[in-house]
């Protein structure tokens, strides 16, 4: 079990930036693959981006990709999310998950996905 405290979201402007930070604690949280995770009320929770744990290979959503850097600490047990140039669509919380599918064919969580509480993005036109 991890658990997962996200911060770092707020209001920005289209083209703006932001940086999300995941707090994670307990002691596996080297050994799993992890991610990031966006919902918008009434739509399903997607897949943004995922890094293994060896903090080296990357997936990102087609949707995203070229704008937002996932990027890890292990040994500070730290999970970050680069967003840049930020659109109204990216409008959404951003879950922090560990122990993911992070797969080429994309990002999913599993039965034993570990879940933080979520921090709003919001992006203005």
């Known amino acids: 079990q991890v658990h997962l405290v996200e911060s770092g979201g707020g209001l920005v402007q289209a083209g703006e930036s932001l940086r999300l930070s995941c707090t994670a604690s307990g002691p596996t949280f080297g050994i799993y693959d992890v991610g990031w995770f966006r919902q918008v009320q009434g739509k399903e929770r997607e897949g943004v981006s995922c890094?293994?744990?060896?903090?080296?290979?990357?997936r990102y959503a087609d949707s995203v990709a070229a704008r937002f850097t996932i990027s890890r600490d292990n040994d500070k047990n730290m999970l970050y999310l680069q967003m840049d140039s930020l659109k109204p669509e990216d409008t959404a919380v951003y879950y922090c998950a560990a122990n993911i599918r992070c797969r080429e064919g994309g990002i999913h969580a599993t039965l034993s996905t570990n879940w933080g509480q979520g921090t709003q993005v919001t992006v203005s036109s």
């Open positions: 890094i293994f744990q060896n903090g080296v290979t990357t």
